[in-house]
């Protein structure tokens, strides 16, 4: 079984025949040889190219000798911290230490440190000091510039001067990754590999021309926030692979360049880059540990497409996958279904087809493959293209295809599905289709919030969109006969999110009768718009000032609100409601949130959920000596 892994043993090298390695891949993440995990996606890439590659995963930190495990590599150390950044893998919204990390072995946090890509990096030049080191994954394309960190609290340099690295791929690294191993092969130097698309590096002379643009220093940006917002801009509206220019940023007498983004791929590079010999399971050194959960999620799941032209603001998909849409053929799709119909464990489900979302399975509009995605406008979200291509046939066609392969007896659809696309395409057969084969008697879906001006600055469609496409959806099971339920995603203290705003939410959730059982309180990751207006309180792009919930306090009030009927939520909802002027929501009404704090404790539900009020007293004694029942 080993065998059809990729190597990560000397033992693996001496059964192959294998004397030393091209690549040495040190992974944040255990090793799952998945299509969805970034190392085995591009080891496999190298592998198919001729490479030899062998993988580190979650090496102790504490010393250099871990890392040479795999012995010296001939052409380059490859960095990720895997498929999350470290630390929003490591800390909650409220900066606590996570109970489980899902991308490591049984679950067990505290198997990668923090800040991964560069204590990596670090300890590889301490093992192997003249080796190439090339970083990526999510963690290094979204810190690739001066950016905010929420954990610290301030803004820190580019990656790349913190890892010392020689190379940052950023994106999805497909073709700036082999670029780069072709070159190191040929026996070039690394500042001869500045003209690839999709990466940076550090120079002391950076190439200053009409194709690029030279953005606000570390030094200015760290010290003023007007200057971050506009240096955010400028790396904003640049990351097209059409129209991007190279971009530089001044940092401490040296220069971070960033060249344009790689092109999207081809449906027939992703078709091949999607059937390499993955094997769809974690390596077997950890059956012992019962696995890694986080495959649970993925591994009887189909890729259709990458990118996304959604514009959620809190998302850095865009930054990183980009906003053109980049598909797979049906024939690559289907094929890889029958597959897996063979896998150990499968028990006739494809549990998702899609991609950052599932119903976005080609450009937004045809211009984009040869022009790029418009520089000012969205396609979709707070307002919507009128040259929007919204039809649904091929995915629709796909999902028949799919659901038709012998040995599969449903087809769910569990990535984000957007509804105000399905609005747009006024496709109710969709809505229908979907209800009656593609839905697990829940389908979730994120308008995040009910307020418009908080929506706007998320870039979701407000919420009469999500009205509509819930009564689309209940009319629909209707027909079918089926009992089956919208479940929303909300999220607290976006910037432009009041606490007014945030007890606007909760009266939405009672009136339709929802009690969410998770909510997300953002979090302000690198690389997003909406981190970039929760640090400087502007928004980038237009200027304005927005609110922003900074106070720990003020975040947890704004998050209890969402789950107001939870009794350990009472007394920061209580000091919500005054704090924002609503104590008219304090009561024993039907559109009361809480009952007063002198009765809280003796309330007991209703049939709707509701706490009615305490029971008259019983008995005649003093007032002293009567009880509630």
């Avoid at 043993?9 to 091209?22: A, N, T, V, Y």
């Avoid at 580190?56 to 960095?79: M, N, T, V, Y």
């Avoid at 078709?271 to 050194?285: C, G, K, S």
Wanted: charged letters at 25%.
């Amino acid at each position: 079984m080993r065998e059809k892994f990729l190597v990560t043993s000397r033992e693996d090298m001496e059964r192959r025949g294998w004397d030393q390695l091209d690549f040495v891949y040190i992974n944040g993440d255990a090793y799952v040889d998945h299509p969805g995990f970034a190392a085995a996606l591009i080891g496999r890439v190298l592998e198919s190219r001729g490479y030899r590659v062998g993988i580190i995963s979650q090496p102790d930190w504490h010393s250099a000798e871990p890392f040479k495990k795999l012995g010296r590599p001939r052409l380059a150390a490859l960095i990720t911290a895997g498929n999350l950044d470290s630390m929003l893998n490591e800390k909650t919204a409220a900066k606590k230490f996570r109970s489980r990390d899902s991308y490591s072995p049984g679950g067990e946090a505290g198997h990668r440190p923090e800040r991964a890509t560069i204590v990596y990096a670090n300890r590889m030049r301490e093992a192997y000091k003249d080796v190439p080191i090339i970083i990526g994954g999510i963690e290094a394309s979204l810190r690739r510039f001066a950016h905010y960190d929420y954990w610290s609290n301030k803004v820190r340099h580019s990656i790349l001067l913190d890892s010392k690295a020689d190379i940052l791929s950023y994106g999805m690294g497909e073709h700036s990754v082999v670029e780069i191993a072709d070159a190191l092969a040929e026996g070039k130097t690394v500042a001869e590999m500045y003209d690839i698309r999709g990466i940076c590096y550090v120079t002391s002379r950076p190439p200053i021309s009409d194709k690029t643009v030279v953005c606000p220093s570390y030094e200015d940006v760290k010290k003023d926030k007007l200057t971050f917002a506009k240096a955010f801009k400028m790396q904003y509206e640049e990351q097209d692979p059409f129209y991007g220019k190279t971009i530089i940023q001044p940092s401490e007498n040296r220069f971070v360049v960033q060249t344009p983004p790689a092109l999207p791929l081809t449906t027939a590079e992703m078709d091949a880059i999607y059937e390499l010999p993955f094997q769809r399971r974690w390596h077997p050194d950890y059956d012992a540990a019962g696995g890694v959960p986080a495959l649970h999620e993925v591994q009887f799941s189909l890729t259709s497409q990458r990118g996304c032209f959604g514009h959620c603001h809190f998302c850095a998909i865009a930054s990183h996958q980009g906003r053109i849409i980049q598909h797979r053929s049906h024939e690559s799709l289907v094929r890889e279904t029958e597959r897996m119909t063979h896998l150990p464990g499968f028990k006739g489900y494809i549990h998702d087809v899609g991609g950052p979302t599932a119903n976005f399975r080609h450009v937004a509009c045809a211009k984009q493959l040869t022009d790029g995605a418009c520089r000012n406008r969205h396609c979709i979200g707070s307002e919507t293209c009128p040259n929007l291509n919204t039809s649904h046939d091929d995915y629709l066609k796909l999902l028949r295809e799919i659901r038709s392969v012998k040995g599969v007896k449903k087809v769910f659809v569990r990535s984000g599905l957007r509804y105000d696309y399905v609005l747009a395409d006024h496709n109710k057969a969709f809505v229908k289709e979907l209800c009656q084969y593609h839905v697990s008697g829940q389908l979730k879906v994120a308008p995040e919030h009910v307020v418009k001006h908080v929506t706007d600055l998320m870039g979701k469609a407000d919420v009469h969109a999500f009205l509509k496409f819930k009564d689309w959806f209940d009319e629909a099971n209707r027909e079918l006969g089926k009992k089956q339920y919208l479940v929303p995603y909300f999220m607290s203290s976006h910037p432009g999110c009041t606490l007014k705003d945030a007890v606007a939410l909760a009266e939405f959730l009672r009136d339709m009768h929802m009690q969410p059982e998770q909510v997300q309180d953002f979090i302000p990751t690198p690389g997003s718009l909406s981190t970039a207006m929760y640090y400087t309180g502007l928004n980038p792009l237009t200027g304005e000032k927005v609110y922003v919930a900074r106070r720990p306090e003020e975040k947890q009030m704004q998050r209890a609100l969402m789950q107001y009927k939870n009794p350990a939520n009472y007394d920061i909802v209580y000091k919500a409601l005054c704090l924002a002027g609503r104590r008219d929501l304090i009561g024993y009404g039907p559109k009361c949130l809480i009952a007063p704090r002198r009765h809280q404790a003796g309330r007991r539900p209703d049939k709707a959920g509701r706490h009615a009020a305490p029971p008259r007293r019983q008995g005649r004694g003093p007032a002293k000596t009567r009880k509630f029942r």
